[in-house]
């Protein structure tokens, strides 16, 4: 009976103590938790302060620009519309210039391939057997 007592009273306090072991582990876990998280807040708010600092600075550049492009000049509304008109013109034409240039590079492509085509069709790639429809053509002459 004794040793039953005995073991019964090691394994209480193995478990007692077990169970102080936890309780510390929690108790040190919830500041270290409490940290984490508040320093994930820190950090999402960093972010986002800079985000909005990046968002500002991209919204002031877009207003500079607009007000400098808006500002009065001193030429006439005739002259602007006519530069305008003369603008359009010139990259309407240069577009137009891009395209030409492009179908010519096309064509130049399609004109070597068919002088290739045409010179592998020249006597000295011929062999020396008469295709069928010559001897047909041939055949109907004689």
Known sequence: MHNFLHVYLQ???TREREAQEHERNEQQQEPNQYAIAQQQ???HE?????TQRAIAQQLRQAYE?????????SESIVQFNRNKHE?????RDKHKRSEHEQNG????DHERSELEK????TPENATNTPSKRSIAQRARRE
């Open 65 to 73: 620009q607009e007000t400098r492009e808006l500002e009065p000049s």
């Open 118 to 121: 045409n010179a592998s069709r």
């Open 105 to 108: 590079c096309e064509r130049n």
């Open 11 to 13: 394994q209480r306090r």
């Open 87 to 91: 603008r359009v013109e010139y990259e």
């Open 41 to 43: 807040q820190q950090t």
């Open 46 to 50: 960093t972010e986002h302060e800079q």
